[in-house]
């Protein structure tokens, strides 16, 4: 790829790093630093499902960026850098740890069809659940004693993640009760930089569940994967009450 000025700053795009379903990452002039570019891509059910959303990566480019920026002042340490252009992050290169951490508040999506739980239950605490990031394997569910095992993460590691995703969810809830939404469930990843354990990847409409808090209409990629219509807008909506 021929090195290419992706905005007015000094920051230079040189070469693709990695292309995932939802986001791109490029090289710059600095071995530190990557740039994180969201695409408009929308997938579902481990890519089987493939569309494109127009403004989709610029909204949750917009609201990654400002949900990380919350986040750190909560004293969450991120990947996050700043926001280079509509679809573009600067970001802090990082060893991803091959795990999702996913948090539920509230039951819903493969929680509810896994357990018999009514969806919409209200969990007495929330929960944790380490997946296998492995699409090859449907991103399997995981426990600490198989990660450490397989030596993807070490114990201290591990404990450090479970207190960063707690932290987070707890300031997250506090952030969307402000703004009429409840925080349903969500995907975190995490990465190293050296032995330090940081916040990486996105927060968005496709890494969490959000319902309306008075309505409970759903404002998130279950719109996209479950054909319930007006997906642009649900996006669109979240981006306004985050930047409100």
């Known amino acids: 790829m021929t090195t290419a ?3 007015k700053n000094t920051i230079k795009r040189r070469r693709k790093l990695y292309e995932g379903k939802a986001k791109i990452l490029y090289t710059t002039d600095e071995p530190k630093k990557l740039i994180q570019y969201f695409k408009d891509d ?7 499902k493939f569309d494109t959303i ?3 990566g610029a909204a949750n480019c917009a609201i990654a960026s400002a949900l990380f920026i919350y986040l750190a002042k909560k004293g969450i ?4 850098i700043k926001k280079l252009s509509p679809h573009e992050q600067l970001i802090k290169k990082v060893d991803i740890v091959p795990l999702e951490v996913i948090i539920r508040n509230v039951a819903a999506g493969s929680f509810s069809r896994r357990y018999g739980v009514k969806e919409g239950t209200i969990l007495k605490k929330p929960t944790f659940e380490f997946s296998y990031k492995k699409d090859e394997l449907g991103d399997p569910l995981i426990n600490r004693y198989h990660i450490i095992a397989m ?5 201290k590691q591990l404990n450090t993640i479970r207190e960063l995703a707690f932290a987070v969810n707890s300031a997250l ?3 969307f009760t402000k703004v009429g939404v409840r925080l349903i469930d969500f995907k975190l990843e995490f990465g190293r930089i050296g032995s330090k354990i940081i916040l990486a ?3 968005s409409p496709d890494t969490c569940r ?4 008075k309505t409970g209409r759903k404002l998130d990629k279950d719109r996209f994967r479950f054909n319930l219509g007006g997906v642009e807008g649900a996006y669109t909506e979240m981006l306004k009450r985050i930047s409100s």
Do not use: M, V, Y
């Not at 929308?42 to 089987?48: E, I, L, S, V, Y």
């Not at 340490?77 to 996050?80: A, D, K, Q, V």
């Not at 030596?151 to 114990?155: K, P, V």
């Open 201 to 203: 990847d996105e927060i």
């Open 77 to 80: 340490p991120t990947h996050f």
């Open 151 to 155: 030596g993807l993460a070490t114990e």
């Open 42 to 48: 929308a997938t579902a059910f481990n890519g089987k």
């Open 5 to 7: 000025r992706c905005t």
């Open 173 to 175: 809830q506090k952030f």
């Open 54 to 56: 127009t403004g989709k």
């Open 210 to 213: 959000f319902w309306d808090s």
